[in-house]
């Protein structure tokens, strides 16, 4: 496996270096940070990423779609915010938690003219911190569909009006029908580690776009997805990319878990190839999360679900695995040790796995049902860190200086 | 006038009771929010529209219209009606 991933990281020689990736053999201690459908916890883990200390429940009974720590500052925590009956809002804190202080505007659209119906943001679904250039600057995608901007660290956001006011990106986000259950979702916002100005992000449904001057302008990269049977995959609409991942060792690399199937894209190519059409027939290339490696842009890990009939999206058979590739989806190889065997019908949402940037790779997911689990070895073996939490809805793992 | 708060609101006033002026709704609302900056986008979205679940009562007469006249007088309740779990 050592070999492959040396001959690999020949072959892929990044353009630049990224000013993001992390060293080699980085070392630290890990925060998980998961945000629930009834509030946030805290995981902080020891040295060796063994026994974790919870702090939390913060924001009980409130929806935290996303917590964010702001990696360019290292204290910075962000968290998208609301009830099932107030509207939505930011929250701040510097101080690991302790402390929390709302936004002063947080994410909403323009008010409409007179007489014309006006947009209302029902959540804030996503954050991502901006460049390191930029140490102020947060990007949040929002449900229905907008993206908007901070520049003062998310105390005020802005609606990035080259995209939300574009009159074929209205067309493209469609309505309140054309989502998720809860409403269409704008996500994966991707800001490119060399340059603050080239920026990615993809709409379920709407397809993959991506921008190369900070916002003002966009285009679909949507070419060689594939839409539902029976759609027009030229509407760049029907398409409904789950999550979207650039790999920090080569950001000119993305992975896509789509609703049809699992995409690897190299720039500055703009067609996408199914690398999903290795993975085994009988699991299928169906799931809502991507995960990549913060230094090796072969390997990628995705969480199937049943895609199948009435599109359960629950583990295939009822036995939870995790597959990684280690060669850019040429080839999945089954990772399931530590998860139970059988009647076990998780289903884990776009944004609830992600990765550490230790050595080895740690890797976390939280279940819709409340379990949390790590794995501390690239996901060779798994461990369940917590149970009977509400429902999860993110995960995000964080290494503390 | 008197503003009754519900609980979900409790983290911004501290207190069930509070002091607002405004000669409407809105006006009373605007004056909430520099008391207690943030409570006004919980209960009424970017377009001006109470959001779903919140209930906006006069002198206990429900109100719709965020332009309603007050008096100095008037009770002003908000209220949320808790659904789903």
Redesign the interface.
Known sequence: MGITRKLAARLTKPKAAPERAPRRGARGRVLVLVATRKGAWLYHGDARRRTWRVDGPHFLGHIISHLMLDPRDGRTLLAAAK?????P?VFRSTDFGRTWK???R?P?????PEGE?????DHTFWLTPGHASEPNAWYAGTSPQGLFRSEDGGVNWEPVSGLNDDPQYRTWMGGEQDGTPDGPKLHSVIVDPRDASHLYMAMSSGGVHESLDAGRTWAPIVRGLEVVEGFDAENVGFHDPHCVRLCPSNPDRLYQQNHCGIYRLDRPSNEWTRIGRNMPRRVGDIGFPMVVHPRDADTAWVLPMDGTTVWPRTCPDGKPSVYVTRNGGKRWQRQDSGFPESQSWWTVKRQAMCADVLDPVGLYFGTTSGELWGSRDEGERWACLARNLPEIYAVEATALA | MKVLIPT??LSYTRTREVEAEGGTLSELLADLDRRY??LR?????????M????RFFVNGEQVFDLERALRPTDAVQLV?????G
């Open positions: 009830t099932g009956h107030l509207g809002t709302e936004a002063a947080p909403a659209f323009a008010k409409a119906k006006g947009r209302v943001v | 979900p609101l900056p943030g986008f919980r209960i009424v979205n970017e377009q001006d529209g959001r779903p679940h919140m949320q009606a808790l659904s789903g």
